[in-house]
């Protein structure tokens, strides 16, 4: 698993149901893949098909391609990065590209409120 990549993920149901948090099979980009065997957490950022999430700030909406494995228009959803232990990765589906990255990059630079490179 590596940065960049878009995986598959089944995202436990938050307790007792309650709160907004995203659940569920659905698509996920790695931001940050373990590093640690002893620690096999990796920082993601999930997708939804749901458009009226781009409405939100922090999200950028990624056309389907055969690079990415994306079946349908999704939204990004940068403001709900988590940490997922490996086990709930299911399938890999492909990779943004370079230039979608960048454009991660600069939204995750203020939403994390850290200094240009």
Not at 19 to 41: H, K, T, Y
Not at 81 to 97: H, T, V
């Amino acid at each position: 698993m590596q940065r960049g990549e878009v995986w598959e993920i089944d995202l436990p149901s938050p307790p007792g149901g309650a709160g907004r948090e995203q659940s569920g099979r659905r698509p996920a980009l790695v931001i940050q893949a373990a590093f640690d065997p002893a620690n096999p957490m990796s920082v993601i950022a999930p997708f939804t098909s749901n458009q009226s999430a781009a409405r939100f700030p922090n999200t950028i909406t990624i056309a389907p391609s055969s690079a990415n494995g994306l079946t349908t228009v999704s939204i990004l959803m940068l403001f709900h990065l988590r940490a997922l232990d490996s086990k709930r990765f299911i399938r890999r589906l492909g990779s943004l590209s370079s230039a979608e990255l960048a454009a991660v990059d600069g939204l995750l630079r203020p939403l994390l409120g850290l200094t240009q490179p």
